[in-house]
């Protein structure tokens, strides 16, 4: 099946800092999402950005397909911030998504 | 508009016990996917139904079995439970319609296995 590796695996920011979480992956897709998992398991979905690029407020995130990876990028970083962003993505034959390990940001104040 | 909605919240079970979690999915949705989430790793597909048959499987023991109702709400049970069952539980749906095949996540249910 497909595979996804997310990079850094951990992240230490200091409040106001600016940071990139890179994913890539392993074979065309369908559709790849990010979300933010809070400390109480819930998944937040952040961006369904198969190609092409996208902002939201503070962050924005951009998806290279042809190079087989997304970035999202996180600006004036907050505590609020802190937790886990996961990459998930729908291989072109499939109808699951196959998730990254994650990283795991701590944002300090 | 109500999201993804799962119960129960959290659930402690034995060892051999069988469990029964249920899943609604967001309004206008008709597909559902379940996903295990073990502690420290990212959620792992079980199976997605569509038009109440399994469309998809991961690679998970038949103990884990679905269900999908006319009303298109799902439920996961899972047999015989083993300690290595435990974990979140997470529902998701999506829709057909349209071109956007984005899922959305319920807040998941905590399974835990004495």
């Known amino acids: 099946g497909i595979q996804v590796e997310q990079s850094p695996p951990d992240l230490i920011l200091q409040e106001g800092a600016n940071s990139t979480l890179r994913c890539n992956f392993s074979d065309s897709v369908n559709n790849l999402q990010w979300f933010h998992q809070n400390p109480w398991g819930q998944l937040i979905n952040l961006f369904y950005i198969p190609s092409g690029t996208k902002q939201n407020g503070r962050l924005s995130a951009t998806t290279v397909a042809t190079e087989r990876y997304s970035l999202l990028y996180i600006s004036s970083s907050q505590t609020t911030d802190s937790g886990v962003y996961f990459c998930?993505?729908?291989?072109?034959?499939?109808?699951?998504?196959?998730f990254g390990a994650g990283t795991t940001v701590t944002v300090r104040a | 508009d109500a999201g993804v909605t799962q119960s129960p919240t959290h659930l402690i079970k034995t060892r051999g016990q069988q469990v029964t979690l249920r899943c609604s999915p967001k309004s206008g949705h008709d597909t559902v996917s379940w996903y295990q989430q073990a502690l420290g790793q990212g959620p792992q597909f079980i199976f997605q139904?569509?038009?109440?048959?399994?469309?998809q499987r991961g690679n998970f023991p038949d103990r884990f079995s679905g269900h999908q109702f006319p009303n298109y709400s799902s439920e996961l049970n899972v047999n015989a439970l083993l300690l290595g069952d435990s974990a979140l539980y997470l529902c998701?749906?999506?829709?057909?319609?349209?071109?956007?095949?984005?899922?959305?996540f319920g807040p998941g249910t905590r399974l835990t296995v004495l």
């Open positions: 998701a749906s999506s829709s057909t319609s349209g071109t956007w095949n984005e899922q959305f």
């Open positions: 998930a993505v729908e291989g072109a034959n499939d109808y699951k998504l196959s």
């Open positions: 139904y569509y038009e109440e048959e399994e469309r």
